[in-house]
């Protein structure tokens, strides 16, 4: 096959920008003084845990500034410095209501008790003793995307502060349905209050129906113990439901009736619609994606780059994600990377030559269920321009002439709208 069909084969927008840029690199290219300097001398020793390169150690979590304590508020995934689909555990987002405690494994107990005809208390080891299963699910917190409802938009946006507050990890437990069934679940139950074992004494109301359906009492996170951060050692994963009631360093399931309408869930996580209505127990998180890069803050060069994005959605399996490289005017399938797997993020990806004229680039993910992204415009229709939770309208990168990647969402007609105007901002709240 000669270079010509390998060309042709490739398409032509990829080949002339990928082979142009590396034939170039390649006979410019000189190898630096220092890289036989790690030959020459023995390396680290082996080591029990290991540790990343000193070399990428700027790559952290994001820390929203809370002026009235560190021990509420999040932290972002930097989703603009990762790859791949799974997050590495040390860069998990973080939402705590009152700091990461210190739970002691040996004294940890779950205790389901309501209405239930054998009410139960389960030690570590109990709980590793039934049938286990490993599922890999995104977790994305009520308050991912809150930045979208600040007007003018900001443009010091980051991808890591758009849509930082969304992590995906391979997660290891025992499904609920089988401890409820150990327990027995008495008629008329048909909710479940799960409960926290931090200083918050954080309490939520999740449906019976979906205890039974795919909730995990997940150990293990990314093949190992969970952080204490995502909830040691024990935490419920609620595939695809808002992050606020997957609820960490589980101590206790009372089954009741009815909801319990918690602070937790009143004061926060509900939510003002366009018409002022309120709207309470919004639990399921819709389609999203976030260019990663280019995006926020990132300077690039003319020539070829591969798009790359991150997009999930809580109703199931991403079925497309379109990428646009001309504002909204055409849309181009991306190609999706691992195939997706159901309530998962997944990598999406375009092959693109940049001309260097400015641009804005974005990107659409539609889900299984037919439900997709919509415009800033469109989302506002639905939800109150005061609201903070569920932002997940479409985000927009512009790229200038000199490659210097800014937000570009556009600014909207109407009053401007601080981030936070209803109140303290939650999980994503940085005013
Ligand atoms: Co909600």
């Known amino acids: 096959m000669n270079r010509r069909k390998i060309l042709q084969l490739l398409g ?28 020459k001398t023995l390396g680290i020793p082996l080591r029990e845990y290991g540790e990343r390169s000193e070399f990428e150690q700027k790559v952290i979590r994001y820390i929203s500034p809370n002026l009235r304590s560190r021990h509420t508020g999040a932290s972002f995934t930097p989703l603009d410095q990762l790859e791949g689909v799974i997050t590495p555990s040390s860069l998990h987002f973080e939402r705590h209501h009152s700091g990461v405690p210190n739970v002691n494994p040996a004294e940890y107990r779950l205790v389901v008790h309501g209405l239930v005809s054998r009410p139960l208390i389960f030690t570590l080891q109990d709980l590793k003793r039934f049938p286990s299963i490993t599922r890999t699910y995104f977790i994305e917190c009520a308050g991912n995307g809150q930045n979208g409802y600040r007007n003018p938009p900001d443009m010091t946006l980051t991808a890591t502060r758009s849509r930082g507050l969304v992590s995906t990890s391979s997660w290891t437990g025992v499904p609920l349905s ?3 069934k150990e327990a027995g679940i008495k008629e008329g139950a048909r909710w479940l209050i799960p409960e926290s074992q931090d ?47 997957q609820v960490k360093w589980l101590r206790r399931i009372e089954l009741t009736d009815t909801p319990v309408m918690s602070k937790d869930e009143t004061s926060e996580y509900t939510d003002v619609m366009a018409d002022g209505k309120i709207w309470a127990f919004t639990w399921l998180m ?8 280019p995006s926020g803050l990132q300077q690039i060069e003319r020539g070829f780059h591969e798009i790359r994005g991150l997009a999930w959605s809580g109703f199931g399996r991403v079925r497309r994600v379109e990428v646009s490289l001309d504002g909204g005017r055409n849309w181009k399938r ?14 999406f990806k375009v092959n693109w030559a940049w001309d260097g004229r400015e641009t804005v680039i974005m990107s659409r993910a539609t889900d299984e269920k037919g439900n997709t992204q919509p415009t800033q415009e469109e989302f506002f229709t639905r939800w109150a321009r005061n609201n903070r939770y569920h932002y997940n309208a479409i985000q927009a990168w512009r790229i200038g002439a000199d490659g210097r990647v800014v937000n570009g969402d556009r600014t909207l007609a109407g009053a401007p709208a601080q981030l936070g105007a209803a109140g303290r901002g939650g999980c994503g709240g940085e005013s």
């Open 12 to 39: 032509k927008s990829v080949a002339a920008g990928a082979f142009f840029k590396l034939s170039t690199g390649l006979a410019q290219g000189k190898i630096p003084q220092g890289a036989t300097e790690p030959m």
């Open 199 to 245: 200083a918050a004494a954080y309490i939520r109301s999740l449906p019976l129906e979906k205890a039974l359906e795919d909730v995990l009492v997940a150990y293990a996170q990314n093949g190992e113990a969970i952080r204490p951060e995502q909830g040691y050692p024990v935490r419920l994963v609620v595939p695809g439901w808002e992050g606020s009631i």
């Open 334 to 347: 991306a190609a999706l990377e691992p195939a997706p797997d159901p309530l998962s993020a997944v990598r």
């Open 286 to 293: 819709e389609p999203q994606s976030i260019i990663t890069y």
């Open 178 to 180: 089988i401890l409820l």
